[in-house]
């Protein structure tokens, strides 16, 4: 994982260490297929990464990780997102120790 220098906003991952980290997240009852959990990880990284890797950003990692949950809730239907943001923490953690 890396950021380009100085632009956070556009952080991303490989294509082989996003497989990684949805091998790691499947094996924890994750609910997405592949290509939607490469697109929700980006949106993880875009409400995240700010609380919890700079530091830079106007909210906590509490409410980083709220915002994240509305977005899985809102446009993937998820009625308890709580428990699939967990796994996608949790995923990305254990593969680039995220926090």
């Known amino acids: 994982m890396k950021a380009p220098p100085g632009n956070v906003d ?16 499947s094996a924890h009852g994750g609910k997405l297929d592949k290509v939607k959990f490469r697109s929700v990880l980006q949106k993880f990284f875009d409400h ?27 446009y993937h239907g998820f009625t308890r997102p709580e428990q699939e943001a967990t796994r996608v923490f949790y995923a990305v953690d254990s593969f680039a120790s995220y926090t």
Do not use: H
Not at 10 to 24: A, C, G, L, T, Y
Not at 51 to 72: C, H, T, V, W
């Open 48 to 74: 995240t990464f700010d609380a919890y890797i700079s530091g830079m950003g106007p909210i906590d990692r509490d409410q980083a990780m709220s915002n994240f949950e509305k977005y899985l809730s809102r």
């Open 10 to 25: 556009n952080f991303s991952m490989s294509d082989d260490d996003s497989d990684k980290v949805f091998s790691i997240y």
